[in-house]
C-alpha cells in the first residue's frame, strides 16, 4: 500500500489548507482500515490530527476538532483533510497514514511541507 500526499506548498493566514492523499495498492474501505493526517510543526514532535475509518466515521483530536474536517471520495480512493482559519503556527510536514492494528500493519506517506504565509 502506497500513500501520496498533494495539495499547495503555501497557504495565506486565515485561509484552508487543503490536502489530499490517494491511495495506490488497497482500498480506503477494506474492513478494519484507519486512514489518519498527522502533523510535524518544524523543531517540534508529530501531532495527530484525525482520521476516517473504514466505514466512513471520521475522529478528531480534540485541540483541532473545531477546525478540521476529513472527508473521502471512494471512487477516488482518496481522503481529504481541510484546515480551516490557519495561521502560521499551522505551518508543518503534514503526512497521511494508513494502517490497521488489527492486523499490525501501517503504512505513510512520504509528507509535504505546507507553510503559511502572507
Known amino acids: 500500500v502506497q500513500l501520496q500526499e498533494s495539495g499547495p506548498g503555501l497557504v495565506k493566514p486565515s485561509q484552508t489548507l487543503s490536502l489530499t492523499c490517494t491511495v495506490s495498492?488497497?482500498?480506503?474501505?477494506?474492513?478494519?482500515?484507519?486512514w489518519s493526517w498527522i502533523r510535524q510543526p518544524p523543531g517540534k514532535g508529530l501531532e495527530w490530527m484525525g482520521a476516517?475509518?473504514?466505514?466512513?466515521?471520521?475522529y478528531y483530536s480534540q485541540s483541532l476538532k473545531s477546525r478540521t474536517s476529513i472527508s473521502r471520495d471512494t471512487s477516488k480512493n482518496q481522503f481529504t483533510l481541510q484546515l480551516s482559519s490557519v495561521t502560521p503556527e499551522d505551518t508543518a510536514v503534514y503526512y497521511c497514514?494508513?494502517?490497521?492494528?488489527?492486523?499490525?500493519?501501517?503504512?505513510w506517506g512520504k509528507g509535504t511541507l505546507v507553510t503559511v504565509s502572507s
Open positions: 476516517i475509518g473504514y466505514s466512513g466515521n471520521t
Open positions: 497514514r494508513g494502517g490497521s492494528s488489527r492486523y499490525g500493519l501501517e503504512y
Open positions: 495498492g488497497g482500498s480506503i474501505t477494506t474492513d478494519g482500515y484507519g
